[in-house]
């Protein structure tokens, strides 16, 4: 005698097909191959519908992966101000400016442009320097360093008269303190320089977060 076929097994099998087309209305561009060979013969309807919903929510329309956001619709081209250095290093203004300059370019979400013709403004100052130490040798002697950059970032309109955006944005970075202060000197600088891309990446991120 052949084996009746389940029906819990064949509504979920439909339920998923419906998903897909759901998927596809939704604006999903990427190829979704279904492959479903399921067989549920035991479970209650509840786990099929449990099940579903699961895959609902992992490809519905209001999902987006992490790095896929973005400013609002209007801002699509932005410009980046001089950056003020309020701290006692020289040159770091130009450091983190260059940086963010950099990873908004390979970010790719937002063009940069002209004041003229920008949709919005990016600026911010530099507040904050640390080199600390963190670890330490004998005789409380530092070896184990921290650099630390603080940028008060902010994005306002086009006219500079709104403020989109008002945020403290930190990067860091460590190095290990050389045998004299030459080796010492040159450890920190590459570790400012680290510390400023770091920066830059947080500064980028949290701008594609959204408003």
């Known amino acids: 005698m052949p084996t009746p076929k389940n029906p819990c097994s064949w509504n979920f099998r439909k339920y998923l097909i419906f998903l897909c087309v759901l ?20 479970a209650p309807a509840w786990v099929a ?16 992966p992490h790095g896929t956001g973005s400013l609002p619709p209007e801002i699509q081209r932005l410009y980046l101000a001089a950056l003020v250095n309020d701290t006692f290093r020289p040159g770091l203004q130009g450091l983190v400016g260059a940086a963010i300059i950099r990873r908004l370019q390979q970010d790719g979400r937002v063009r940069l442009s002209s ?6 403004v990016l600026a911010g100052t530099l507040i904050a320097y640390q080199n600390d130490p963190v670890a ?5 002697i530092g070896r184990r360093f921290r650099v630390r950059l603080t940028l008060l970032l902010r994005l306002t309109g086009r006219g500079g ?17 050389g045998n ?19 920066l830059a990446v947080r500064a980028v991120a949290r701008l594609m977060e959204g408003l």
């Open 136 to 140: 330490f040798e004998r005789f409380d």
């Open 115 to 120: 004041p003229e013709a920008a949709d919005a």
């Open 161 to 177: 008269e709104k403020v989109l955006l008002k945020e403290e944005i930190v990067g860091e970075a460590f190095y290990t303190a």
């Open 49 to 64: 519908l449990g099940i579903a919903v699961g895959c609902l929510v992992a490809a519905g329309c209001g999902y987006r």
């Open 23 to 42: 998927r596809g209305l939704c604006g999903q561009t990427e190829t979704f191959r279904l492959n479903v060979s399921v067989r549920m013969s035991a």
């Open 180 to 198: 004299d202060v030459v080796v010492t000197r040159s450890a920190e600088e590459e570790a400012t320089q680290r510390a400023a891309q770091d």
